[in-house]
T-cell receptor
Framework: AQRVTQPEKLLSVFKGAPVELKCNYS??????LFWYVQYSRQRLQLLLR??SRESIKGFTADLNKGETSFHLKKPFAQEEDSAMYYC??????????????FGQGTILTVHP | ETGVTQSPTHLIKTRGQQVTLRCSSQ?????VSWYQQALGQGPQFIFQ???????GRGNFPPRFSGLQFPNYSSELNVNALELDDSALYLC????????????FGDGTRLSIL
């Protein structure tokens, strides 16, 4: 069975500090990992996916298959980064693609 | 480009009733997925429709059913509502094919009394 674990329900940092949101997963096949973000009063939106290897809004995430992790990092947090963050996975190909398994989410608060 | 739209925004039902939730997919998207998000939890996959056929189902009982129409809009139907069905129901669409990320709607908040 596939599972996504986000161990921190709440995370608080000060503006300019580094931030890391943890995500661990268990999956027997070949996964594709995502980070979704939900800002206040907005819909859930894709932040980044591991196959793109992009940096979005200063965030990066590296898939570590050995540690089965996909932690989200940003070197200098901004107040506008305050939001709910969800880690999610799906099968990397075939008919199962797009059936996302989500973690429970981490609420990030960036203080001024 | 029109995004994913869901209706209604909020709904209140009582135990044992039936409910239909609606979703219009983003223009050009032929795949629709439905998720249930209970309070304080991440979204949970219910099922997915691709070109009007069910294309996978999560761990939900048969009283959760769906439809996809030729214009790729979709309905989620829930029969014999239970208190635990109270949740935010999210619809997401994608262009189909492989490796296409999903775009989510705002959701329908369903409350069961």
């Amino acid at each position: 069975a596939q599972r996504v674990t986000q161990p921190e329900k709440l995370l608080s940092v000060f503006k300019g500090a580094p931030v890391e949101l943890k995500c661990n997963y268990s999956y027997s096949g070949s996964p594709e990992l995502f980070w979704y973000v939900q800002y206040s009063r907005q819909r859930l939106q894709l932040l980044l996916r591991h196959i793109s290897r992009e940096s979005i809004k200063g965030f990066t995430a590296d898939l570590n298959k050995g540690e089965t992790s996909f932690h989200l990092k940003k070197p200098f947090a901004q107040e506008e980064d305050s939001a709910m963050y969800y880690c999610a996975l799906t099968n990397a190909g075939g008919t199962s693609y797009g059936k996302l398994t989500f973690g429970q989410g981490t609420i990030l608060t960036v203080h001024p | 480009e029109t995004g994913v739209t869901q209706s209604p925004t909020h709904l209140i039902k009582t135990r044992g009733q039936q409910v239909t939730l609606r979703c219009s997919s983003q223009s050009g998207h032929n795949t629709v997925s439905w998720y249930q998000q209970a309070l304080g939890q991440g979204p949970q996959f219910i099922f997915q429709y691709y070109r009007e056929e069910e294309n996978g189902r999560g761990n939900f009982p048969p009283r959760f059913s769906g439809l996809q129409f030729p214009n790729y809009s979709s309905e989620l139907n829930v029969n014999a509502l239970e208190l635990d069905d109270s949740a935010l129901y999210l619809c997401a669409s994608s262009p189909g094919g492989s490796n296409q990320p999903q775009h989510f709607g705002d959701g329908t908040r369903l409350s069961i009394l």
